[in-house]
């Protein structure tokens, strides 16, 4: 079970929003490198980034950023990268930088044929973020709630060739308000590629808690406002999730 950190991106900073709203923003650090160093020098193995403006404006925005992030930590850990990627261009420009996967969110919901492509052109590095409330999945920065079932567009999207599913719970995330457990092992029960739980991950007893489902196929967990406000302490959960965590066979 990886423990991720995220660095959420917004005007070059790295921030936290509260449910999605950029209003709601709280500033964590002004250079999102050194936050990435931070992350990896507490064992970090995994690095999670999210272009915050580019989900908003459908087109990046914060590339600097990534950039000098990437720059920063080098090749060694992977890092994926979600918000505003709704080309292939802009997916093959990230991955020639060094950004390992690539999170496809609004645009495969909107534009299946797209997600369809990248998954043909870069198998292995696309990743599908699904962001629901309610089962429904929201869209253009959490700001749209779809008619569209998450576990239908879930299956659909495995069949496309994604390499995980990153499942967010939008009414917990950035809440500190606990994993929506149930809802995520339903989804990660019904599909055979791994799942990524997202929002709400408050302290140990949540990575304890995912930990004792990962059989159904959760492999990873993606952490941000609680190890920004230290109600988690990274280093002591990914080793709390090695610990725990079974040997994938």
Not at 44 to 54: E, K, T, Y
Not at 98 to 126: M, N, Q, R, S, W
Not at 157 to 184: K, Q
Request: charged share 20%; aromatic share 6%.
């Amino acid at each position: 079970m990886l423990i991720i950190p995220a660095i959420d991106l917004k005007d070059g900073h790295c921030v936290r929003l509260r449910q999605g709203v950029m209003e709601n923003a709280t500033v964590f650090s002004e250079d999102p490198a050194a936050m990435a160093l931070r992350w990896l020098e507490q064992g970090a193995r995994r690095l999670h980034l999210v272009d915050l403006n580019g989900a908003f404006a459908g087109k990046p925005k914060n590339e600097a950023a990534v950039r000098s992030i990437v720059e920063a930590v080098g090749l060694d850990v992977p890092i994926q990268l979600g918000g505003g990627i709704r080309d292939l261009e802009t997916i093959e420009r990230y991955l020639d930088i060094g950004v390992t996967y690539i999170i496809v969110g609004t645009a495969a919901v909107k534009v299946p044929g797209f997600l369809h492509e990248a998954c043909d052109a870069f198998p292995g590095h696309i990743m599908v973020g699904l962001d629901a409330k309610g089962g429904k999945v929201a869209v253009d920065g959490w700001s749209k709630l779809t008619g569209h079932d998450v576990l239908d567009l879930a299956k659909r999207f495995e069949g496309y060739g994604v390499e995980a599913i990153i499942y967010t719970d939008i009414g917990r995330d950035g809440m500190l308000s606990g994993v929506n457990i149930p809802a995520t092992v339903e989804l990660a029960h019904e599909l055979t590629v791994p799942v990524i739980a997202s929002g709400g991950i408050t302290n140990l007893e949540d990575v304890r808690a995912l930990c004792a489902v990962q059989d159904e196929g959760i492999t990873g967990a993606i952490t941000g406002r609680a190890i920004y406000e230290g109600t988690l302490e990274f280093g002591p959960a990914q080793a709390l999730a090695d610990q725990l965590s079974k040997p994938l066979l």
